[in-house]
């Protein structure tokens, strides 16, 4: 894969992780990308797009984007990462390229909420149907909050927390507080 | 549509007749592999109750319940999970955050029933089909959630660390503090552990979010030391720590310390003023230690009018004049007592009850007294030959060097004793030049030292000879010689500690300048007059009080060594507070009777 990275890095502005012998990962500009696939599918064999995600980078205010892209004839794998702008998360389609990513753009679309523009059928319901909360893969989405609030508690169900349990230690376990503080 | 096509659904008929292509067998058992994530296994006996899974379920799908035959103890909350199936995910995290490793997922998944109540139960504690089986998810080796080690202390040890009498350990910076603080899973099962039940979850998570004015009202809610308890604590939240059972407890000590550190006595004192109504009443406490200055501080804040007196010329009692400088700077303690003085409380120092001022005039004076007079008379050896000259006590050479008097000890020394005491001498007498060695009638893990200082201590060169008994002592031109038995550890049976026996023939024979004593400390209470010696009572050597700290004598309590066989600072401040609480409770139900 070595041969392949140095051919690229002529052509394109990438930097590379090198994780296995048979899996690499390059990090590209977002511009660059549609280029960049084109000339692996189209001119070294990476001819199969095996799986396109998202990871939210919610600290740097990004998200990444891998295209995860396959050559059957060497079995080699290559990633190629992508960061993009987490409040206005667009992104160019692929769905020209393969056909089979528009329903990775869709999934995409719903799950995190990010855009790509001219995708077919990218606005329709993937599997969350009539979702009206942020996306939930956002990390910012409180899975607990929407959890306790959507479904209802099991009736008969209680709960202890250890501190309370644990009073029954010491049975002068003093009630506080002795003056009155002003904690919050 | 041609009439092949009607027909041919039909042509399936002619194999109604015969067996089925497809096996049942794999359908009915087919395992899940060797990592599959199935119905939970709690291993009951391992898990305290932590509730770390409760607590990182995003389904809340767990709760933590008490189970028949799992008890309350020290180090365990008695509850154990529940898992409502109808919510869980199987996502494992539940197992990831185990702070005891003692909940896994067995690869069994298939369970089919038609009462919905059944898929909520209590792994482990129900049977079950899987509960036995070692397949399943378990965390992979190397992959935790929880950070193991604790943030390293930097200090000054060994050769370096005797040079002087600078503090020992250096404290936390900010990063570090937060570091550690990250590590707390807030279970809360330390509180109940710790004699003064400080807020210790919340102040770490303040320590965590930067909040440390909130965190500094915190330790003063339970705790008016916070900055001896962060240096010489007993630490015993942390022997119980969750963390505790896969790595390193949580530093909560130095936590404690890093708060306090952050708070010079006069940020301490404007964060913590407050203004309180005066209510009229008074109360004299006798002994400025950590018991009385605790419920001095407490009372102040309830409206009380309170005077303590102390036979020393400053206030800290065993905390200023037992603990050497390296491990409690004399400023930190004088710090310490300016927060408390500057709340309100009036420090009579150098005035010895009995002596000075008489019990009586105390009585007399105040609606309630409070005596905190602790153990500070040093045990005798009770052999022969133990008042030359050179023999000294551990506390007096403790207490002298506190009082800057300067203390010779030659350069071959003896220090008789298990305990910090023995150690604190110990330690002192290298940073004086000596060579040291303690003679202990125990094994080290016998030792009642914390195991910080024996480990310290042995870092800067202090020899620890083990089972071996003075016997008698002589004068070799001026200097004493200690003739020691070697004993042999004896049986006691089951539940009792083994017992010392001298060994026949095997004397030993020490040449040393100075003999130094630290086998324990009692109480003097020549201060009680006669005329009250039969109200107050007596449990061999401690007073005997009721649960708030109330004698027989009602408007006298007593709090601190002298009440409770601890012994160690954090039980006789937690004795403070109660002695305050008592105060208040005798003094609020007297003023309703009038």
């Given at each position: 894969?070595?041969?392949?990275?140095?051919?690229?890095?002529?052509?394109?502005?990438?930097?590379?992780q090198?994780?296995?012998?048979?899996?690499?990962?390059?990090n590209?500009?977002?511009?660059?990308?549609?280029?960049?696939?084109?000339?692996?599918?189209?001119?070294?064999?990476?001819?199969?797009?095996?799986?396109?995600?998202?990871?939210?980078r919610?600290?740097?205010?990004q998200?990444?984007?891998?295209?995860?892209?396959?050559d059957?004839?060497?079995?080699?794998?290559?990633?190629?990462?992508?960061?993009?702008?987490?409040?206005?998360?667009?992104?160019?389609s692929?769905?020209?390229?393969?056909h089979?990513?528009?329903?990775y753009?869709?999934?995409?679309?719903?799950m995190?909420?990010i855009d790509?523009?001219?995708s077919?059928?990218?606005?329709?319901?993937?599997?969350?149907?009539?979702?009206?909360?942020?996306?939930?893969?956002?990390?910012?989405?409180?899975?607990?909050?929407?959890?306790e609030?959507t479904?209802?508690?099991?009736?008969?169900?209680?709960?202890?927390?250890p501190?309370?349990?644990?009073?029954?230690?010491?049975?002068?376990?003093?009630?506080?507080?002795?003056?009155?503080?002003?904690?919050? | 549509?041609?009439?092949?096509?009607?027909?041919?659904?039909?042509?399936?008929?002619?194999?109604?007749?015969?067996?089925?292509?497809?096996?049942?067998?794999?359908?009915?058992?087919?395992?899940?592999?060797?990592?599959?994530?199935?119905f939970?296994q709690?291993?009951?006996?391992?898990?305290?109750?932590?509730?770390?899974?409760?607590?990182?379920c995003?389904?809340?799908?767990?709760?933590l319940?008490?189970?028949?035959g799992i008890?309350?103890?020290?180090?365990?909350?008695?509850l154990?999970?529940?898992?409502?199936?109808?919510?869980?995910?199987?996502?494992?995290?539940?197992?990831?955050?185990c702070?005891?490793?003692?909940?896994?997922?067995?690869?069994?998944y298939?369970?089919?029933?038609?009462?919905?109540?059944?898929y909520?139960?209590?792994?482990?504690?129900?049977?079950?089909?899987?509960?036995?089986?070692?397949?399943?998810?378990?965390?992979?080796?190397?992959?935790?959630?929880?950070?193991?080690?604790?943030?390293?202390?930097?200090m000054?040890?060994?050769d370096?660390?005797?040079?002087?009498?600078?503090?020992?350990?250096?404290?936390y910076?900010?990063?570090?503090?937060?570091?550690?603080?990250?590590?707390?899973?807030?279970?809360?099962?330390?509180?109940?552990?710790?004699?003064a039940?400080?807020?210790?979850?919340?102040?770490?998570?303040?320590i965590?979010?930067?909040?440390?004015?909130?965190?500094l009202?915190?330790?003063y809610?339970?705790?008016?030391?916070?900055?001896?308890?962060?240096r010489i604590?007993?630490?015993?939240?942390?022997?119980?720590c969750?963390?505790?059972?896969?790595?390193?407890?949580?530093?909560?000590?130095?936590?404690?310390?890093?708060?306090?550190?952050q708070?010079?006595?006069?940020?301490?004192?404007?964060?913590?003023?407050?203004?309180?109504?005066?209510?009229?009443?008074?109360?004299?406490?006798?002994?400025?230690?950590?018991?009385?200055?605790?419920?001095?501080?407490y009372?102040?804040?309830l409206?009380?009018n309170?005077?303590?007196?102390?036979?020393?010329?400053?206030?800290?009692?065993?905390?200023?004049?037992?603990?050497?400088?390296?491990?409690?700077?004399?400023?930190?303690?004088?710090?310490?007592v300016?927060?408390?003085?500057k709340m309100?409380?009036?420090?009579?120092?150098?005035?010895?009850?009995?002596?000075?001022?008489?019990?009586?005039?105390?009585?007399?004076?105040?609606?309630?007294?409070?005596?905190?007079?602790?153990?500070?008379?040093?045990?005798e050896?009770?052999?022969?030959?133990?008042?030359?000259?050179?023999?000294?006590?551990?506390?007096?050479?403790?207490?002298?060097?506190?009082?800057?008097?300067?203390?010779?000890?030659?350069n071959?020394?003896?220090?008789?004793?298990?305990?910090?005491?023995?150690?604190?001498?110990?330690?002192?007498?290298?940073?004086?030049?000596?060579?040291?060695?303690?003679?202990?009638?125990?094994?080290?893990?016998d030792?009642?030292?914390?195991?910080?200082?024996?480990?310290?201590?042995?870092?800067?060169?202090?020899?620890?000879?083990?089972?071996?008994?003075?016997?008698?002592?002589?004068?070799?031109?001026?200097?004493?010689?200690?003739?020691w038995?070697?004993?042999?550890?004896?049986?006691?049976?089951?539940?009792?500690?083994?017992?010392?026996?001298?060994?026949?023939?095997?004397s030993?024979?020490?040449?040393?300048?100075?003999?130094?004593?630290?086998?324990?400390?009692?109480?003097d209470?020549d201060?009680?007059p006669?005329?009250?010696?039969?109200?107050?009572?007596?449990?061999k050597?401690?007073?005997?009080?009721?649960?708030?700290?109330?004698?027989?004598?009602?408007?006298?309590?007593?709090?601190?060594?002298?009440?409770?066989?601890?012994?160690d600072a954090?039980s006789?401040?937690?004795?403070?507070?109660?002695?305050?609480?008592?105060?208040?409770?005798?003094?609020?139900?007297?003023?309703?009777?009038?």
């Amino acid at each position: 894969m070595n041969s392949l990275i140095k051919r690229l890095k002529m052509q394109f502005d990438v930097e590379e992780q090198t994780q296995r012998s048979n899996l690499s990962f390059i990090n590209a500009t977002a511009l660059q990308l549609p280029a960049l696939l084109t000339h692996l599918r189209d001119y070294e064999k990476y001819t199969q797009l095996i799986f396109l995600t998202a990871v939210d980078r919610i600290e740097d205010n990004q998200f990444q984007l891998t295209y995860m892209l396959a050559d059957e004839s060497s079995q080699n794998n290559i990633g190629v990462r992508v960061r993009i702008d987490r409040e206005n998360a667009v992104m160019t389609s692929i769905a020209h390229l393969w056909h089979h990513a528009r329903t990775y753009q869709q999934e995409l679309r719903e799950m995190f909420g990010i855009d790509f523009p001219g995708s077919p059928g990218v606005n329709d319901n993937f599997i969350l149907e009539g979702w009206e909360e942020i996306p939930p893969m956002r990390r910012d989405f409180d899975t607990r909050e929407y959890s306790e609030k959507t479904y209802f508690p099991r009736p008969g169900r209680s709960t202890t927390h250890p501190r309370t349990a644990m009073k029954a230690v010491d049975p002068d376990y003093p009630e506080l507080p002795l003056m009155k503080g002003r904690v919050k | 549509m041609g009439l092949k096509d009607i027909i041919s659904p039909f042509y399936v008929w002619k194999r109604a007749l015969e067996k089925p292509f497809t096996h049942p067998s794999p359908l009915t058992t087919r395992p899940g592999s060797d990592r599959y994530r199935g119905f939970h296994q709690n291993d009951m006996h391992k898990c305290i109750g932590c509730g770390s899974c409760e607590t990182i379920c995003q389904n809340a799908a767990i709760d933590l319940v008490h189970v028949d035959g799992i008890e309350t103890t020290e180090a365990d909350s008695g509850l154990r999970p529940k898992i409502d199936y109808g919510r869980c995910c199987w996502c494992g995290l539940c197992v990831d955050i185990c702070t005891t490793a003692s909940l896994t997922m067995s690869n069994e998944y298939t369970w089919v029933d038609a009462d919905p109540e059944v898929y909520r139960f209590i792994p482990g504690a129900d049977e079950k089909s899987w509960n036995d089986t070692d397949k399943g998810y378990r965390r992979a080796e190397g992959y935790n959630l929880l950070e193991t080690e604790r943030v390293d202390m930097d200090m000054t040890l060994g050769d370096d660390g005797i040079k002087s009498f600078m503090e020992v350990i250096h404290g936390y910076t900010k990063e570090q503090a937060m570091a550690e603080a990250m590590r707390c899973v807030e279970c809360g099962v330390c509180v109940a552990t710790c004699p003064a039940h400080m807020d210790i979850p919340d102040y770490i998570k303040a320590i965590r979010e930067d909040r440390l004015e909130d965190a500094l009202e915190l330790l003063y809610r339970t705790n008016p030391m916070p900055a001896t308890c962060g240096r010489i604590c007993t630490h015993r939240c942390e022997t119980v720590c969750a963390l505790g059972h896969q790595g390193d407890p949580v530093a909560i000590r130095w936590l404690k310390r890093y708060i306090i550190d952050q708070f010079p006595a006069e940020k301490a004192i404007a964060q913590l003023e407050q203004e309180f109504e005066d209510n009229g009443l008074k109360v004299a406490i006798i002994g400025a230690g950590p018991a009385g200055l605790s419920a001095a501080y407490y009372l102040v804040r309830l409206g009380y009018n309170v005077t303590v007196y102390e036979s020393q010329n400053k206030a800290g009692g065993m905390i200023r004049y037992g603990v050497p400088y390296y491990r409690m700077p004399e400023d930190i303690m004088d710090d310490e007592v300016t927060v408390i003085e500057k709340m309100g409380v009036i420090l009579k120092t150098g005035i010895k009850i009995g002596r000075d001022l008489l019990f009586e005039k105390l009585m007399h004076d105040n609606n309630a007294v409070l005596m905190a007079t602790g153990f500070e008379s040093p045990y005798e050896l009770s052999i022969p030959g133990e008042h030359h000259s050179r023999v000294i006590s551990g506390i007096d050479m403790l207490d002298d060097i506190a009082n800057g008097k300067s203390v010779e000890v030659g350069n071959v020394v003896a220090v008789i004793g298990g305990g910090n005491v023995a150690f604190d001498a110990a330690r002192t007498a290298r940073r004086l030049g000596a060579d040291v060695c303690i003679y202990y009638r125990r094994r080290i893990e016998d030792m009642p030292a914390d195991s910080e200082e024996i480990h310290e201590a042995q870092a800067e060169g202090v020899k620890i000879i083990v089972q071996s008994i003075p016997v008698h002592i002589e004068d070799n031109n001026g200097s004493p010689r200690m003739i020691w038995n070697r004993a042999e550890m004896v049986d006691q049976g089951p539940g009792k500690r083994p017992k010392p026996v001298l060994i026949q023939g095997a004397s030993e024979t020490a040449d040393v300048d100075t003999i130094i004593t630290a086998i324990g400390q009692a109480s003097d209470y020549d201060y009680i007059p006669e005329s009250m010696s039969g109200r107050i009572h007596f449990n061999k050597t401690r007073v005997a009080t009721e649960r708030l700290g109330q004698t027989a004598e009602t408007k006298v309590f007593a709090a601190g060594d002298i009440v409770n066989s601890r012994g160690d600072a954090i039980s006789a401040i937690a004795d403070g507070y109660r002695a305050a609480k008592g105060i208040d409770a005798y003094l609020t139900t007297k003023k309703g009777e009038k």
